[in-house]
């Protein structure tokens, strides 16, 4: 059986304009033309490709970032374990060592486009040996101020890993298929909060000669440089490019990638032209501003999760132990929230949900006085932010018409983004305890601007896709003129293109 039919006429393929003017809105460049029609892909070889996909992709980039939440988030871990004491954090210290983190990370979010520039095993290598030496590294700090200094330098090493990732995911899956798939890879920062309690008990409890937090460092630091060689021979470039795919399997990656971008191998340059344009273009200034009020939330629940629990009137032993339940439930709604949104096609009412369940979870945490019901918040929370952003990342991508915009999107999303650990992480000094109400109402506030925010994009949403259908006719309109096939570069601009909600 052939897998695509008539596949070397591939570019011969006609193509016709419509007589019809384009709104300057809708940036329609790249198919300012009808796209032409390309031969079917066999749908059997189609899904065997996806499942070998998917089997590495979401595996081995979720474990990596799993080990990058670990290396990052294991400092709150750290302090509750002697580094308090031992490097002297008072007088507000400790949240400096948090926030130095994510300067750096917010400084070298352009690295995002790294995974577009370079070949993407090679700069998974490159990236995760540089934070894996660093964070190892912070087992022999011996002041506020060294230590400082490898916060600031493993913010830059992971901000070229994590937010390039779901860009990554966009060269190998299409738009329905994208959720899921960025919900599997985020769901590892879940995941990984779920045994950092108690692998850091685990790790903390003994009597080794060297200080438990040290320790601490040393044993989580090493794992990812360990995973370096594996990621570097295991992790595709691209999906015509991947070694694990049959011939014929390939071909049909090539195809999926024609269908999704007109590329049948991805390149690796810029379309600055695009930059710009993705610049002026409101969208991804709104998805910006609502991973910056989720990022609130998800950068400081982690790291002072912990010490909320302790001060709850837990011994920091069961504190660690009572953080991974939250997390868990977390984790699976993560994947459950960006599977169901991707099989309804309602991205938005899906994020809207999940930040009204982490608001009264907030809330809860911060009004309620039993031990029990506060806990019961921790579970509302976790399972509000943590999915929400599994899903902005990946509505973000939906909603760019190319490869360099989808990228863009990307650095403007965490460059604006990653700005809400600044306040997150600052909202919860040691004057306010036990209680730490203010920060969980600011947390709480921020939970309900990203519904106002998610509502205020959508309805733009629907408002740009009925004029796409006044330019080139409903989808049912276009399907009756269609010639058999499918329309190539169908997630770039152009007759086909429509918003996800």
């Known amino acids: 059986m052939a897998t695509i039919e008539g596949h070397n006429?591939?570019?011969?393929?006609?193509?016709?304009?419509?007589?019809?003017?384009?709104?300057?809105?809708?940036?329609?460049?790249?198919?300012?033309e009808?796209?032409?029609?390309?031969p079917g892909i066999d749908l059997v070889i189609e899904?065997?490709?996806?499942?070998?996909?998917?089997?590495?992709?979401?595996?081995?980039?979720g474990f990596m970032f799993l080990l990058s939440y670990l290396d990052r988030s294991n400092i709150g871990n750290a302090q509750i374990a002697g580094m308090k004491k031992d490097l002297g954090l008072n007088g507000g210290k400790y949240p400096w060592l948090l926030t130095i983190f994510y300067i750096s990370y917010t400084l070298f979010e352009f690295q995002a486009l790294m995974w577009k520039v370079l070949r993407p095993h090679q700069w998974a290598a490159f990236i995760m040996f540089a934070w894996g030496v660093i964070a190892t590294c912070q087992s022999a700090a011996q002041?506020?101020?060294?230590?400082?200094?490898?916060?600031?330098?493993?913010?830059?090493?992971?901000?070229?890993?994590?937010?390039?990732?779901?860009?990554?995911?966009?060269?190998?899956?299409?738009?329905?298929?994208?959720?899921?798939?960025?919900?599997i890879f985020l769901s590892a920062a879940p995941l990984a909060a779920t045994f950092a309690g108690a692998l850091a008990y685990g790790i903390t409890s003994g009597h080794p000669r060297i200080a438990n937090w040290r320790l601490l460092f040393l044993v989580e630091g090493l794992p990812s440089v360990a995973f370096v060689p594996?990621?570097?021979?295991?992790?595709?470039?691209?999906?015509?490019?991947?070694?694990?795919?049959?011939?014929?399997?390939?071909?049909?990656?090539?195809?999926?990638?024609?269908?999704?971008?007109?590329?049948?191998?991805?390149?690796?340059?810029?379309?600055?032209?695009?930059i710009g344009q993705t610049l002026l273009d409101p969208k991804p200034w709104f998805t910006?501003?609502?991973?910056?009020?989720?990022?609130?939330?998800?950068?400081s629940l982690p790291v002072f999760l912990p010490t909320i629990l302790e001060d709850m009137g837990f011994t920091a032993v069961n504190a660690q132990g009572l953080e991974a339940p939250p997390f868990f439930l977390s984790f699976l709604v993560t994947i459950f929230s960006t599977w169901v949104a991707d099989r309804i096609q309602q991205r938005g009412l899906v994020i809207a949900l999940l930040s009204t369940v982490g608001a009264v979870g907030y809330v809860i945490i911060a009004a309620a006085e039993p031990v029990g019901v506060r806990y019961f918040g921790v579970f509302l929370a976790a399972s509000g932010v943590f999915p929400a952003i599994g899903n902005i990342l990946s509505w973000v991508l939906n909603n760019q018409g190319s490869d360099?915009?989808?990228?863009?999107?990307?650095?403007?999303?965490?460059?604006?983004?990653?700005?809400?650990?600044?306040?997150?992480t600052n909202s919860f000094p040691s004057s306010d305890s036990p209680r730490y109400a203010r920060g969980l109402w600011i947390c709480a506030a921020f939970m309900f601007f990203?519904?106002?925010?998610?509502?205020?994009?959508?309805t733009l949403l629907v408002f740009e896709n009925k004029k796409l259908d006044r330019m080139y006719g409903t989808k049912k309109e276009r399907q009756a003129k269609q010639k058999s096939g499918f329309v190539t570069a169908e997630e770039n601009y152009g007759e086909d293109f429509r918003y996800m909600l």
């Open 47 to 61: 899904k065997r490709v996806v499942r070998k996909l998917d089997r590495r992709l979401p595996v081995i980039t």
């Open 450 to 458: 990203n519904l106002f925010l998610c509502l205020g994009l959508r």
């Open 230 to 274: 594996f990621a570097y021979f295991l992790l595709p470039d691209s999906p015509g490019q991947a070694k694990f795919l049959t011939e014929e399997e390939r071909e049909v990656a090539k195809a999926r990638s024609l269908r999704r971008s007109g590329e049948e191998i991805a390149s690796h340059k810029i379309d600055w032209k695009d």
């Open 143 to 183: 002041s506020w101020s060294g230590m400082m200094v490898l916060r600031f330098l493993l913010g830059a090493a992971e901000a070229g890993f994590g937010p390039g990732v779901p860009y990554l995911l966009s060269f190998f899956y299409s738009r329905r298929e994208l959720g899921l798939r960025c919900g």
């Open 34 to 38: 009808l796209a032409p029609i390309t």
């Open 9 to 32: 006429d591939i570019e011969e393929a006609p193509a016709s304009t419509p007589e019809v003017e384009k709104p300057k809105d809708v940036q329609l460049e790249h198919d300012a």
């Open 288 to 299: 910006a501003f609502m991973y910056f009020s989720c990022n609130v939330s998800y950068s």
């Open 404 to 424: 360099t915009r989808r990228g863009m999107a990307m650095v403007m999303l965490n460059l604006i983004g990653q700005c809400g650990p600044f306040l997150g």
